[in-house]
């Protein structure tokens, strides 16, 4: 069912650096906004690609992490309280016959709105699939690619695939649940493997060191290998079978997998709004960045012009544009004059700085 649509000035297609910083610019112009996002956090590639690595070329940082950036463009973005839409993937973008814009997301969320902001870099960011026949029946109740509420593996054995650092991190917090089981059997798992196709893992080393001291402590069981077969019987998980290095099959008993095997980067519906494309990116033009749609802007990574750069300073200039372009949209009696946030005091005002 879907729920009553929500009305408003703009929405924001994207929590990325760009699609954040969009948001500080609308917020200047007087206009606020609603953001969506398919990841369960803000950040876009800078979080979900280099978090911890080190960015040189945004003016006056000389130097910031990813999530440092992030963290930044939501402290900038607070006196205007974009609401976020987490978790959930825009699918449908129609234009209505009085000029507004129908956003339809995969939660059951409705928006209208007079300004769409597609700020979508290389797509949605989605968990990559395992690739073992049968895994497709048993996704949602045996296999997982989150590790959410962590009480529905109670008194199952759990096996954590991959060897990143998210999966480290979910393999630990279920050793955790898994000693409350120990206490108070049905509440934590009976058993925790952490599984990877070799003994190498991509985490932070407080992290690594945690992981192996759970593993020297017995608490976490380490499996090398990589899956092959899923015995299931009437729908339920009960084996997985795993080629090891030295050439062997072993069969593990596991009702639970918890599959981290990264996130690849979907375009996904984007490419049916109707919108002018080249080469899987929207065609937009340099004075306001607005696509051929009305209402509809795009920038960032998901727009292309003659000389476009993919870098987020482009994305920065290409959202304060836009913000202009949508001024026009949303406020059609006001003159829209350049002001400066140094001096402005109708700027201070939205600033909530007076
Ligand atoms: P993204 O960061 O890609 O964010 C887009 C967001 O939109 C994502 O969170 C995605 O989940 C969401 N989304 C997409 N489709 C939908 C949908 N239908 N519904 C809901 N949500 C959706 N640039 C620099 O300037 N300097 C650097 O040093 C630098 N280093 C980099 C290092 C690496 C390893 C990589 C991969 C990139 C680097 N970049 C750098 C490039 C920079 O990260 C991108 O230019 C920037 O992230 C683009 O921002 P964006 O907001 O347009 O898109």
Not at 144 to 170: I, K, M, N, P, W
Not at 201 to 209: G, R, T, Y
Request: hydrophobic fraction near 45%; proline fraction near 5%; charge should be neutral.
């Amino acid at each position: 069912m879907t729920a009553i649509p929500i009305h408003t000035d703009a929405v924001i297609v994207g929590a990325g650096p760009v699609g954040l910083f969009q948001a500080f610019q609308l917020g200047l112009q007087d206009i606020r906004c609603h953001i969506i996002d398919a990841l369960p956090h803000a950040g876009g590639q800078c979080v979900e690609l280099y978090a911890d690595k080190p960015i040189y070329d945004i003016p006056g940082i000389p130097m910031c992490t990813g999530r440092e950036l992030v963290a930044q463009l939501q402290t900038q973005i607070k006196p205007f309280a974009p609401t976020f839409h987490l978790n959930q993937e825009v699918t449908q973008v129609t234009r209505l016959d009085d000029g507004c814009l129908s956003v339809h997301t995969s939660a059951q969320q409705h928006f209208i709105c007079k300004t769409l902001f597609v700020a979508a870099g290389v797509g949605a960011f989605q968990a990559r699939k395992l690739a073992v026949e049968g895994a497709l029946n048993l996704e949602g109740t045996h296999l997982h690619y989150r590790l959410g509420d962590v009480s529905r593996f109670a008194d199952q054995d759990v096996l954590v695939l991959g060897g990143e650092a998210s999966a480290v991190a979910a393999a630990l917090q279920l050793t955790l649940a898994a000693q409350t089981n120990a206490n108070a059997p049905s509440k934590g798992p009976r058993s925790v493997t952490l599984m990877h196709r070799r003994d190498v893992f991509q985490a932070d080393p407080m992290l690594l060191q945690a992981m192996r001291d759970a593993v020297a402590g017995g608490t976490l069981q380490l499996q090398i290998g990589q899956p092959t077969g899923l015995l299931a019987t009437e729908g339920q998980l009960h084996t997985l079978q795993i080629a090891t290095p030295d050439g062997h099959t072993v069969d593990r008993p596991v009702q639970q997998l918890v599959a981290f095997l990264g996130l690849s980067p979907k375009l996904g519906p984007i490419a049916n709004w109707g919108l002018a494309m080249e080469r899987k990116q929207l065609v937009v033009n340099t004075e306001n960045f607005a696509t051929d749609v009305p209402g509809i802007f795009a920038v960032g990574d998901i727009n292309t012009y003659p000389g476009k750069k993919k870098l987020i300073l482009c994305g920065f200039h290409e959202a304060t544009l836009a913000a202009f372009g949508a001024a026009a949209i949303v406020h059609p009696a006001r003159k829209t004059l350049l002001q400066y946030t140094t001096t402005s005091t109708e700027l201070h005002r939205l600033l909530g700085l007076v």
